[in-house]
C-alpha cells in the first residue's frame, strides 16, 4: 500500500491527558445513545445533564459536536489552550460559550452580524462570572469555519454553491437531437403595443439549444407566462421546418433556418409547466424522452441558461431595455424609450440567431451550423421533423374531459357542434366522457379525440357568428357578469360582454398599461393561431421510428 496514500491524522487519542480522557470517555457514554433518538426528548437531556453534572444548553452543545464530528470519544475531549501566537488563550467555559453563540446566532439565516454577536457573548460571559473575549478573537473563530458552512448556515444552498465543486461527469452527448435543453425567462426589454407604441410590459422567451452543436432549434415569445402550452408551441418549432415561420416574419429570403427534429432526449428543470400530464404524454407520442434537473443544481442546464445569457446581452443594446437589475439601468428610462413591438422583437431574435449561427463558437471552435451539418452526416439521414405543426401541437394541448349531448359539446357556457359528432349521438350513453383537447389562444375550435381509437376531430363553435376570443378573454367576461350578479351565465351574455370588452380597450385613447397589454396578447395570440396551417385530423398511424402509445383513460384537466 502507497505509504501516502492516507493523511492520518492525531485527534487525541494519546496526546491528551488520562483528565481528560476519563472525561470526555465519561461524557461519550451517556451522550452517545442519545444520537440514536430523533428528536431527542427533553426528559432525555436533562437527566443525561444531571448524571454529567452539565446545563442543558451544555449537554444540546455536546450533542452537536458529536453530529457534526466524527461521532467517537475524541469530538468531546475538552480544548486546551497552549498559548502563543496563533494559539486559543480562552478557558473552556468562555470558549464554550463562544462556540454555542456561533453555532446559534451567527450560523443562522437571520445573518447577525458580529458585533451584534459579540454583544450577546459579553452579556453571556458577564451572568457567567467569566473573563470577557476580544471582539477580533471572535472574528478569528469565525474565521477558522468552513465557508461553504457559513454561507450554507447564513445564506441557505444557492450561497453556498460558488464555494463548492460543480462535481459529477456531464452526460456524453455524440449527436445531435441526442440532448435538447428548454428553458424560459423573462426578456429584458420593455415593448410597445401595434396601435399607440406605447409601453406594454416585458414579454417571456422560450428557447431551445441542441447540446451537440449549439444550434438553437426554436424560440417562442409570447405575453403569457411560462406554462404547458408555451412547450408545445416552442416544440412545434423545433420539431417541424422553419420556412412557414420565416416567411410570416417576412425574413425567408434572408435567414437559413435548417436546424429541426424531434429531439431524443429533452432536458428541463423542475418547473410546474415541465411537469404536466399534457407535456408528459405529448412527448411520449413522439417518443421524446423527458429528463429533469438534480433540485437545486442550475448548472446542470448551463447550456441552455448561457444562451439565455448571450440572448440578454444582445438585448442590452436595443431601445427600451430594462438591463439585468437596476444597478445596471441606472438613470435610463426603459419606457420612455421602448421603440419595438413583439413582432419587431421576434424578428430581431430570429435575425440574431441567425448571426449566431454563423458565429464560431468559443466551446467548440467550430460554427453552431458546422456542427449541425457535421452531426447530420454523420447520422446518414436527416432528422425526424413532423409536417404539420398544428396538428403537432394538438398532443400538447391542456386536456378536458366532457360527455357528449344531443347538441355538442358545452365547455365553459359555449356550445360546440360538428356533423362529425351526429354517429355517437345515438351511443353517448356507452360512450362515456370524450377526451378534448383546447387552444386557449383561440377558443373558436376544440379538438375531440375518437372514442373508438384514431385520431381527432375538429369542432367549431355551434353559432359561427361569435368571434375567436382567447381563454383570459372569456374568464375576464365571466368575471365580470358574476359581478354584475348573474349567476347563470348563457353564451349569448358572454359573448356579448366580451365585444363590450373589446370596444372598451380598442376605443380609449388613455388606455392603461394592463389594457394596452391585453390588446397585444389577444391580437398576437389569435393571429399566431390564425396564421397556423388548416387543422386536419393526425394520423393515428405510427411511422416506422415510433411506437403507438395507447390511449390513456384519466387525464388531468387544466
Not at 347 to 366: C, E, M
Not at 505 to 515: G, H, L, M, P, V
Request: glycine share 8%; charged share 25%; with cysteine.
Amino acid at each position: 500500500m502507497d505509504p501516502d496514500e492516507f493523511d492520518v491524522v492525531e485527534t487525541g487519542v494519546l496526546t491528551a491527558s488520562g483528565e481528560r480522557w476519563a472525561q470526555a470517555e465519561a461524557r461519550f457514554a451517556v451522550l452517545a445513545p442519545l444520537l440514536e433518538a430523533h428528536p431527542v426528548r427533553l426528559e432525555a437531556v436533562d437527566d443525561a445533564g444531571q448524571r454529567l453534572g452539565l446545563s442543558r444548553r451544555q449537554i444540546y452543545s455536546l450533542l452537536t459536536r458529536l453530529r457534526n464530528g466524527t461521532g467517537t470519544v475524541t469530538d468531546l475531549l475538552t480544548r486546551v489552550s497552549p498559548g502563543g501566537r496563533g494559539h486559543g488563550r480562552l478557558s473552556d467555559d468562555v470558549e464554550e460559550i463562544v462556540s454555542n453563540h456561533i453555532s446559534r446566532y451567527f450560523l443562522h439565516r437571520q445573518k447577525l452580524s458580529v458585533a451584534a454577536l459579540h454583544r450577546r457573548i459579553v452579556l453571556a460571559c458577564h451572568r457567567a462570572g467569566l473573563p470577557v473575549p476580544a471582539r477580533n478573537t471572535v472574528n478569528a473563530r469565525i474565521a477558522a469555519l468552513h465557508p461553504a458552512s457559513v454561507a450554507r448556515s447564513r445564506g441557505g444552498p444557492d450561497a453556498a454553491r460558488p464555494r463548492q465543486s460543480a462535481g459529477d461527469v456531464p452526460p456524453q452527448v455524440s449527436g445531435i437531437l441526442d440532448q435538447v435543453q428548454i428553458d424560459h425567462t423573462v426578456v429584458d426589454v420593455m415593448i410597445v403595443d401595434e396601435y399607440e407604441r406605447h409601453p406594454i410590459g416585458r414579454p417571456y422567451l422560450t428557447i431551445t439549444i441542441d447540446v451537440f452543436s449549439r444550434s438553437v432549434l426554436g424560440f417562442v415569445i409570447t405575453l403569457e407566462p411560462p406554462s404547458a402550452l408555451s412547450v408545445g408551441l416552442c416544440l412545434g418549432r423545433v420539431c417541424s421546418g422553419k420556412q412557414t415561420w420565416l416567411e410570416a416574419c417576412e425574413l425567408a429570403e434572408q435567414v437559413q433556418w435548417p436546424m429541426a427534429g424531434k429531439p431524443k432526449q429533452l432536458y428541463l428543470d423542475n418547473a410546474a409547466e415541465f411537469k404536466s400530464e399534457a407535456l408528459r404524454r405529448g412527448c411520449a407520442q413522439h417518443t421524446i424522452k423527458l429528463k429533469y434537473r438534480p433540485p437545486g443544481r442550475p448548472h446542470y442546464g448551463g447550456i441552455v441558461e448561457r444562451i439565455i445569457g448571450t440572448a440578454m446581452t444582445a438585448v442590452h443594446e436595443l431601445p427600451g431595455t430594462t438591463f439585468s437589475y437596476p444597478a445596471q439601468r441606472a438613470s435610463y428610462d426603459s419606457e420612455a424609450h421602448a421603440a419595438l413591438t413583439l413582432r419587431e422583437l421576434e424578428r430581431w431574435l430570429v435575425l440574431a440567431v441567425s448571426s449566431y449561427h454563423g458565429t464560431v463558437h468559443s466551446g467548440l471552435g467550430r460554427t453552431p451550423a458546422s456542427m449541425w451539418n457535421s452531426g447530420v452526416t454523420a447520422d446518414g439521414r436527416a432528422p425526424r421533423t413532423v409536417h404539420g405543426e398544428t396538428a403537432f401541437l394538438v398532443d400538447f394541448l391542456p386536456v378536458l374531459r366532457r360527455r357528449l349531448t344531443r347538441s355538442g359539446f358545452v365547455l365553459d357556457h359555449v356550445h360546440y357542434f360538428s356533423n362529425a359528432l351526429k354517429p355517437w349521438v345515438a351511443r353517448r350513453e356507452q360512450l362515456g366522457r370524450f377526451v378534448i383537447r383546447r387552444d386557449p389562444r383561440d377558443l373558436s375550435r376544440i379538438w375531440v379525440l375518437e372514442p373508438d381509437g384514431g385520431g381527432y376531430v375538429e369542432v367549431p363553435y355551434r353559432t359561427m357568428s361569435h368571434p375567436a376570443v382567447t381563454l383570459w378573454e372569456h374568464r375576464a367576461a365571466v368575471t365580470r357578469l358574476r359581478e354584475q350578479g348573474r349567476s347563470n351565465v348563457d353564451e349569448s351574455a358572454l359573448f356579448s360582454m366580451i365585444e363590450q370588452m373589446r370596444e372598451i380597450t380598442d376605443r380609449s385613447q388613455k388606455a392603461t398599461r394592463r389594457a394596452r397589454r391585453n390588446r397585444a396578447r389577444r391580437d398576437h395570440l389569435i393571429d399566431t393561431a390564425a396564421g397556423s396551417e388548416p387543422m386536419q385530423p393526425p394520423d393515428s398511424r405510427p411511422s416506422d421510428d415510433t411506437h403507438v402509445v395507447p390511449v390513456f383513460s384519466d387525464i388531468e384537466e387544466w
